[in-house]
């Protein structure tokens, strides 16, 4: 869906947009990634950086927002699900769970209200942010 791999053939309609794979352009496949999220059980934090300086990250780097406007919204983000208390801390002080919720938090695209989920079992915090 994302693009990952490069499908034969087939569409798919998301928030009334339908992509026709067989004849999909670079620029489409770009539009595509930035309005699709996914989060995997196993969301690879950039361990050097905070779980707010995470989340900061695609909204500066593909958003183009500046740092103050990222910081506004990440910490938005991360108190939807439950870890404003997290906000200073690095991903190897998070338990797996709260590091997949922060890569949620983290995901850019996360606006676009279509997450995808390669996850054994929502956390409630995760089914409450993305019911919003």
């Known amino acids: 869906m994302n693009y990952l ?3 034969d053939s087939g569409s798919i309609e ?6 026709d794979f067989e004849n ?12 699709l999220a996914m989060v995997f059980q196993q969301f690879n934090l950039f361990s050097r950086k905070t779980a707010l ?20 919204i990440a910490k938005e983000e991360l ?10 801390h690095y991903p190897r002080h998070l338990s797996g769970g709260q590091k997949a919720t922060g890569g949620l938090g983290a995901c850019p695209s996360h606006e676009a209200g279509s997450p995808l989920y390669w996850m ?3 956390q409630p915090s ?3 942010w993305s019911e919003r």
């Open 79 to 88: 108190a939807k699900v439950g870890l404003s208390d997290r906000e200073t």
């Open 53 to 72: 300086d995470n989340v900061k990250e695609g909204l500066i780097v593909v958003k183009g927002l500046s740092d103050q406007e990222a910081t506004k």
């Open 120 to 122: 054994s079992q929502l």
């Open 14 to 19: 998301i928030n009334g947009e339908k992509v």
């Open 5 to 7: 791999e490069a499908p």
């Open 24 to 35: 999909i352009s670079k620029d489409e496949i770009l539009t595509l990634r930035r309005k």
């Open 126 to 128: 995760i089914r409450n």
